[in-house]
């Protein structure tokens, strides 16, 4: 078995959050996120 975890492994075990609460944390106004 392998030591890393394989890349849907990372995705999957990632936290989403909302699109505009990213886009907020770096300065993209929600009116220009889809």
Do not use: C, N, T, Y
Request: proline fraction near 6%; glycine fraction near 14%; hydrophobic fraction near 35%.
């Amino acid at each position: 078995m392998s030591e890393f975890k394989s890349d849907i492994e990372i995705a999957r075990g990632a936290r989403k959050r909302p699109i505009q609460e990213v886009g907020g944390k770096i300065g993209i106004p929600g009116e220009h996120l889809l």
